[in-house]
């Protein structure tokens, strides 16, 4: 189990984590969104900038912290669509007066 917060909520997390955010709700369907990672512009310029100056090294070191990356989406959210009612969760009729004979 990972994090379980209210919304609306921050959480930290490591920039090279990739993760899937459940969000739940009474009376909703449940809707899961998938949190990847992609090289930020300043990643690649920084990347392409070791590689002339830096060298391995600083390659090695942005790759391990994950300084170059950012999540998708962020942030993240979210629509939820309501639960269609059934039979059994919709409320009763209302009751229906009975004949009752002349008499």
Excluded: W
Aim: charge should be neutral.
């Amino acid at each position: 189990m990972g994090f379980v917060c209210v919304t609306p909520c921050t959480l930290q997390v490591g920039r090279k984590d990739e993760f899937t955010v459940t969000v739940s709700k009474r009376g909703y369907q449940p809707a899961e969104i998938a949190v990847t990672t992609k090289v930020n512009g300043e990643g690649s310029a920084a990347f392409a900038g070791n590689i002339l100056i830096g060298g391995i090294v600083g390659m090695a070191a942005d790759a391990s912290t994950g300084a170059g990356l950012d999540h998708v989406p962020n942030p993240v959210e979210v629509n939820l669509v309501p639960v269609k009612p059934t039979r059994h969760t919709s409320p009763k009729s209302a009751p229906r007066a009975k004949d009752v004979p002349e008499g």
